[in-house]
């Protein structure tokens, strides 16, 4: 450590030409600093080792010349610095409000950082190997220090996402077993519903292809029994019964065939089915009326008789 030094004042003066009054001041509170640090750093040395003050006056005098030369450099910098900036200041235009506004806010921020460095003392490092050993183990105990608490920091956080990782796994696994579990699902609708797609058109198809053949198996009995009527019980006025063989005179009402009587009963029966009864007029022949009563193809209505209906062969 360095012994108790005189006054910085006391020093010989830097190389570098005086910029100014403002220099100066600022040279000579920089002067005072280190005088204060080289001050400190003697006390120190004078408990520790006890040497005497004058072994070490030339490099205490040597040391303040470095260190006023380095704060006159390093305040050389800081004017030269704002010397551009206040140049940049004025030939560069404001094109904004923002722009001046954020170089209003580094010019502050400049001020501010130049005040820290006006408020800093220098630090003296002796030229002593113990002394520098001593301050490397203490610099590398804190570097360690703040690399064990950062390692602890760097662990847990560490743990914590190892935790979140595996709730987020777990989670994925659930939610990829329920997919499955919906996709076949799906899948297994799909294939009921194509089934049953298939099964209802080939029951469409079944049912048109009974329904036509119902149709024409309607139209072949319709024309068989047209053509037994037509054969066996033909319009009573072709057959001469429907009038006397001595008459000469037309019957005043047409008479209508059988086949008629019956298609009028059947659209009655099916169209109103809740009254089927037809009324007999004239036109309708009396033998045929009393083949059908008789056969049990017709039935007569039980309060009136001049009305019947077709027997209900499907009930």
């Known amino acids: 450590m360095l012994p108790n030094a005189t006054s910085p004042r006391q020093a010989p003066s830097p190389p570098h030409p005086v910029p100014g009054a403002s220099s100066v001041t600022r040279r000579d509170a920089a002067s ?9 750093a003697g006390a120190a040395g004078r408990a520790e080792r006890g040497a005497t003050m004058t072994e070490y006056l030339p490099e205490i005098a040597i040391g303040n010349e470095g260190l006023l030369d380095e704060c006159e450099s390093v305040w050389k910098q800081m ?8 140049l940049l200041r004025t030939e560069m235009p404001v094109k904004s409000h923002s722009q001046l506004s ?3 806010m580094q010019g502050k921020a400049l001020a501010a950082e130049c005040s820290q460095w006006q408020k800093r003392s220098p630090e003296v490092v002796s030229t002593d190997s113990e002394v520098l050993l001593a301050l490397g183990k203490e610099e590398l105990q804190k570097v360690k220090n703040e690399l064990e608490m950062m390692l602890s920091t760097v662990q847990s956080k ?3 996402l190892d935790e ?5 796994q777990q989670w994925y696994d659930e939610q990829k077993q329920i997919l499955d579990v919906l996709n076949e699902k799906e899948s297994k609708t799909q294939d009921e519903q194509l089934s049953k797609k298939s099964l209802n058109a080939r029951t469409f198809c079944e049912l048109q292809n009974n329904i036509l053949k119902i149709k024409m198996y309607k139209e072949e009995l319709l024309s068989s029994l047209g053509g037994f009527l037509e054969e066996h019980f033909p319009h009573p006025e072709k057959g001469g019964s429907g009038k006397k063989e001595d ?3 037309d019957p005043a009402v047409k008479l209508i065939t059988l086949h008629e009587i019956l298609e009028i009963l059947i659209n009655e029966a099916v169209t109103t089915p809740h009254e089927p009864y037809v009324t007999i007029n004239d036109s309708f022949w009396p033998p045929y009326i009393e083949l059908l009563l008789r056969s049990g193809i017709a039935l007569r209505h ?13 009930m």
């Open 247 to 249: 008459s000469s005179e």
């Open 164 to 168: 979140d990782l595996k709730r987020e």
């Open 102 to 104: 954020l170089l209003m």
């Open 158 to 160: 560490t743990r914590k």
């Open 302 to 314: 039980p309060e009136d008789p001049n009305r019947m209906r077709l027997e209900a062969f499907h």
């Open 32 to 40: 005072e600093r280190g005088a204060r640090a080289t001050e400190g």
């Open 79 to 86: 004017e030269e610095c704002q010397t551009k900036l206040m």
